[in-house]
């Protein structure tokens, strides 16, 4: 089974789209669905079969507001200082990384209860 990651972009007008990656094959649409759609004609099956998870990125048990909003917060300071060619504090990039390995490890508790709940 082939695995495909679909990732939310921002364009130059501040508008969403959608970037649908598997392996070294991507493809974008205006939504997920059109992303997939040309991603699975560029891999070329006549049969795709899939699980399909759509995360809504909103705070839960596993990632709370605070953490979001902080995310957020350290993720843009480090797009400022990287486009001037800094760094961020040792602290900050400390802190950075800590909730950057939070929220994989909240993805994953989400991930498991998803299936806890489907296999039930």
Do not use: C, H
Request: overall charge negative.
């Amino acid at each position: 089974m082939t695995t495909v990651a679909i990732l939310p972009i921002s364009n130059d007008s501040g508008g969403n789209s959608y970037r649908a990656i598997a392996g070294n094959q991507q493809s974008v649409g205006k939504t997920a669905g059109q992303a997939l759609d040309a991603l699975t004609a560029q891999l070329g099956e006549t049969e795709f079969s899939a699980l399909l998870v759509i995360q809504s990125f909103s705070p839960d048990q596993f990632f709370s507001t605070e953490q979001q909003k902080r995310l957020s917060e350290l993720m843009n300071l480090w797009r400022e200082t990287r486009d001037i060619g800094t760094v961020l504090l040792p602290e900050q990039q400390a802190e950075l990384d800590t909730l950057v390995e939070t929220e994989l490890r909240a993805a994953t508790a989400r991930t498991a209860a998803i299936i806890q709940q489907v296999s039930q």
